[in-house]
C-alpha cells in the first residue's frame, strides 16, 4: 500500500503550559540514509517531552522539532544504508524527535523488536527508559549484582524500570516516593526497601536501614537538596548518576563527603549522546534484558492512554505527579 502523502501529529504552537499542544496536519518526514520510517501505533510520553514543550530542552538542530522521543509501530519505508529491518516488522524505537505522529522517522539502529510477551501499546513505554537505566547503571556506574541501589521516583516510568531490572540482576534495591499507596506499589515491584519522601528523611532511614554503611548507587532524577542528602546516603566508594532535575540543577552541597568517602559523581542527557552510542545501547538491551522480557521477570505499566488529539492532557497529567507508571498516547492503535 502506498504511503499517504501528509500525516497527523502535535504541535506545539509556542513554549508554555500544557494547552500549547495542538493537532496539526502536515508532510511525512524525509528519511536520512540509514533510517526507518516507522508507521506509529503509540508513542510514549516522558518529562523530557513536557521540557520540551515549555521551551526548556530544545531538539538538537537536526532533529525534528515534533515531540516524541520512543515509539511502537510497523516499518513503513526504509532509507538509503538502511539495514536489519523489513516494511511490515513490528519494533519499539528511541528517536530522536517526532514521536507524536503518525509516521517518524529514526535511525534504524534505535530500532528494536517488541520484547517478548509485550503489545505495541506496552512496547511504547520501554525504549527511552530502558536505554537511559540500562546507559546510566550498568555503563556509566558498573552496578554489580550484590550492590545496593537507591532509585528515585520510584514510581515514574524511569523508577519502575530501575527497580525491576536493577533487582532482576541481583540488587538491594532502596526506593522513594510519595505516597504510601505509591511506597507499597514499589515494593510490590521488588523494592527491598521504599522510603516515603513526604514523611521520611530519605538520607536518614537509608543510613539507619544499611547499619551506617550507605548504599553503593544512587540513580537521582531529582537534584535541588536531593543532592547533598544523596551523598549523606552514600557508601564509601558510592556512585551516583544525575539524569535530571525536578529540584534545580543549582546547587549548595558540602563537597568533603565527595573526598571523604572517594565518591563518584556523573550524570547524563540520553539524547544528546552521540548515535552510535544509542546503538550500542539498543544492542545490549536485545542481548541482555530482553530475555528477562521472555522470563516474566520485567513488565511496563503504563498508567492511562490518551488520543494523539488530547496530548495536552498527557502532558497535564504527567506534571500532576499523581501518577504511578508511564502514559502513552494512541496514535494508530493496532
Not at 533487582?167 to 510490590?188: H, L, N
Request: proline content about 7%.
Amino acid at each position: 500500500m502506498p504511503l499517504p502523502s501528509t500525516m497527523r501529529y502535535v504541535s506545539a504552537t509556542a513554549p508554555g503550559p500544557p494547552e500549547v499542544l495542538e493537532a496539526a496536519g502536515g508532510p511525512l518526514p524525509v528519511l536520512k540514509p540509514g533510517e526507518v520510517l516507522i508507521e506509529v501505533a503509540y508513542a510514549g510520553v516522558n518529562r523530557p517531552d513536557c521540557l520540551q514543550r515549555s521551551g526548556a530542552y530544545p531538539p538538537p538542530a537536526d532533529a525534528s522539532p515534533i515531540i516524541g522521543l520512543e515509539v511502537a509501530g510497523r516499518i513503513a519505508a526504509l532509507g538509503e544504508r538502511a539495514t536489519g529491518w523489513n516494511i511490515g516488522d513490528e519494533v519499539c524505537a528511541l528517536t530522536p524527535g517526532g514521536g507524536y505522529a503518525e509516521y517518524c522517522a529514526t535511525p534504524a539502529g534505535f530500532c528494536l523488536p517488541l520484547p517478548p510477551g509485550l503489545s505495541l501499546l506496552e512496547a511504547a513505554g520501554v525504549p527511552e527508559n530502558y536505554f537511559t537505566v540500562w546507559y546510566n547503571l550498568f555503563d556509566r556506574l558498573h552496578f554489580s549484582p550484590g550492590e545496593s541501589v537507591l532509585i528515585h521516583g520510584g514510581t515514574s516510568g524511569i523508577g519502575l524500570t530501575a527497580i525491576q531490572l536493577t533487582k532482576a540482576f541481583g540488587a538491594i534495591v532502596f526506593a522513594t516516593a510519595g505516597s504510601p499507596e505509591k511506597v507499597a506499589f514499589c515494593r510490590t515491584m521488588g523494592a527491598d526497601h521504599a522510603i516515603d519522601y513526604k514523611t521520611q528523611d530519605f538520607s536518614a532511614e537509608v543510613w539507619r536501614l544499611t547499619d551506617k554503611r550507605g548504599v553503593d548507587v544512587v540513580l537521582d532524577m531529582v537534584g535541588g537538596d536531593y543532592v547533598e542528602r544523596n551523598l549523606k546516603a552514600m557508601a564509601v566508594e558510592g556512585r551516583l548518576a544525575q539524569i535530571a532535575f525536578l529540584h534545580g540543577s543549582r546547587v549548595e552541597l558540602e563537597m568533603r563527603h565527595i573526598m571523604m568517602k572517594r565518591l563518584t559523581v556523573t550524570g547524563s542527557t540520553l539524547r544528546a549522546s552521540p548515535a552510535a552510542r544509542k546503538v550500542a545501547l539498543a544492542q545490549a538491551l536485545r542481548e541482555k534484558v530482553w530475555p528477562l522480557f521472555a522470563q516474566r521477570k520485567l513488565k511496563i505499566v503504563i498508567a492511562q492512554t490518551f488520543p494523539l488529539a488530547e496530548a495536552a492532557k498527557a502532558h497535564a497529567l504527567m506534571e500532576s505527579g499523581t501518577l504511578i507508571g508511564k502514559i502513552v498516547l494512541e496514535v494508530r492503535p493496532h
